[in-house]
């Protein structure tokens, strides 16, 4: 199978960066994503296995906000 | 509390509250540089409206760089179009960028508002002078057009 093109710059000053933007990327696809979940009566077992981390960890870092914006939680 | 405090106090203040609107848990060097454009003191932001500056010019600066940094990877925040989340809680705390630019700007006795920008422009890597390239701004010019008003202001 052949593998996938990235189209990464060859001007090390645009790869950094884009390393930058990708996390901040991931970071607002991340919060999107789990909030969208949630609201769609996911539970934080089947978010966090999803992401590939713990319960803890996926609740320790969206369940303030979530819980601020009115989303009803299920527990599992 | 001295002016200079007071100052360096309210632009932290709005630096925070543009990380937080920026989803972002550090104030970064960008955030302080938008919350100079809204802050206090007339010499940085003078400067920067000078250049073309202002807070709506730095958002869109931020966002070319953005979509550039993101497109020299292949990637586009526009193909992902996921609903808005709410906004983090969490009170963003000083990052790297932005511990730099303090510390670069305020290496004298007598400190004044403009040597935060300062510090902001002496960066030679990172999303500022990014931002600023894309925006046709001339970095080491602005830096000396903000020396010029800081000294310029002193006088006064």
């Known amino acids: 199978m052949p593998g996938v093109e990235v189209p990464v710059s060859p001007d090390p000053a645009d790869a950094l960066a884009s390393v930058v933007a990708l996390r901040r990327l991931a970071d607002r696809i991340e919060d999107a994503a789990v909030e969208q979940a949630m609201r769609a009566g996911w539970n934080w077992p089947q978010v966090a296995e999803a992401l590939g981390v713990t319960r803890q960890a996926v609740h320790k870092k969206h369940a303030k906000r979530l819980i601020a914006a009115g989303v009803a939680l299920r527990r599992r | ?156």
């Open chain 2, 1 to 156: 509390m001295s002016a200079f405090g007071s100052y360096l106090r309210t632009v932290m203040d709005l630096g925070r509250d543009e990380a937080r609107q920026d989803g972002s848990d550090t104030i970064e060097a960008q955030h302080l540089l938008l919350a100079i454009t809204a802050g206090p003191d007339e010499v940085p932001r003078q400067v920067l409206a000078a250049a073309g500056l202002d807070h709506q010019a730095v958002m869109d600066a931020l966002d070319r760089e953005f979509e550039h940094s993101l497109a020299a990877a292949g990637a586009s925040a526009a193909a992902f179009n996921l609903p808005r989340s709410s906004t983090s809680l969490k009170r963003p705390h000083l990052g790297a960028s932005a511990r730099l630019a303090v510390e670069r700007g305020f290496t004298g006795q007598d400190p004044q508002p403009a040597d935060l920008l300062l510090g902001i422009l002496r960066a030679q890597a990172g999303t500022v002078p990014r931002a600023l390239d894309l925006a046709g701004v001339d970095q080491d010019d602005l830096a000396q057009r903000t020396l010029l008003a800081r000294a310029a202001a002193q006088d006064r």
